[in-house]
């Protein structure tokens, strides 16, 4: 079949990504998130770590690809080309102690990436979180990826309402902003992933992020990510120990990118 020549000098020299764009019939990825392990259930956000172990166990068994958030994101902005077969997204926020004492050598016996999200303010400092020595040796696995949480995980709404514009906009500023710096400068590599603390955005917020040089950020509304999402208010399943996680998996059919 032949073609006009001018259409064939539009496929010649379209942008790299604009093929790539049309190209996104892959399937959803579910992205879950987890605060904190425990031996028992102490709250809403605790999840046994025997339980956790199981989840493990069970994306072993049945096939599923644990992949780093990092190559989730890269494929929705068109720098990579495929995702494996029923790819999952593991990361934790907050940065509670349990991530080192608990989660850290579970993924690091079954071998699979988790991202981080960390509000700096926290780190040796509150009784209950990781030390800048524990973070610096989960990176050093090269399983581990830090990013932020925002600087000591306020939340914006009621922010918004006790301070006036100008001041709100510093403050977010200063949030998002000396997280990101404090962050880098610890770990010596690109923090450029946020996620909303208490899953609080809207679009003035995103421009803020999208500013202050963030690439991605994440919610915590329960569904699985897919091309059409926002990247800067990409979906994450919040875990708790009720979780049913073998329907939650069966609900985010997945297949090999195209």
């Not at 710096?181 to 909303?196: H, I």
Request: charged share 20%; net charge positive.
């Amino acid at each position: 079949m032949k073609y006009p020549i001018f259409i064939l000098i539009l496929f010649l020299i379209q942008p790299a990504g604009a093929a790539l764009a049309q190209n996104t019939e892959y399937s959803v990825v579910p992205v879950l998130l987890y605060h904190r392990l425990g031996l028992s259930v102490t709250d809403a956000m605790t999840v046994r770590t025997a339980v956790f172990a199981a989840q493990l166990a069970y994306l072993k068994s049945h096939d599923y690809t644990v992949i780093p958030l990092r190559h989730l994101t890269d494929y929705l902005a068109g720098k990579t080309t495929q995702l494996p077969a029923r790819a999952v997204v593991i990361c934790a926020d907050d940065g509670h102690e349990s991530v080192y004492t608990a989660l850290f050598p579970l993924i690091r016996r079954y071998h699979v990436p988790v991202t981080l999200f960390i509000y700096p303010s926290a780190i040796s400092n509150a009784s209950y979180a990781l030390t800048w020595q524990q973070l610096h040796e989960m990176q050093d696995s090269g399983l581990v990826d830090i990013q932020s949480h925002s600087y000591w995980h306020p939340n914006f709404k009621k922010e918004k309402v006790r301070l006036g514009k100008d001041a709100y906009e510093k403050f977010v500023r200063v949030q998002l902003v000396q997280s990101k710096s404090v962050l880098e400068k610890q770990f010596g590599k690109p923090v450029d992933m946020l996620a909303w603390p208490f899953g609080i955005y809207d679009d003035e917020l995103i421009r803020a992020a999208s500013a202050a040089g963030y690439v991605a950020a994440f919610t915590i509304e329960r569904r699985a990510v897919s091309h059409t999402d926002n990247v800067m208010a990409l979906p994450r399943f919040l875990m708790t120990d009720q979780v049913q996680f073998e329907k939650l998996l069966a609900a985010s059919p997945s297949k090999a990118s195209p």
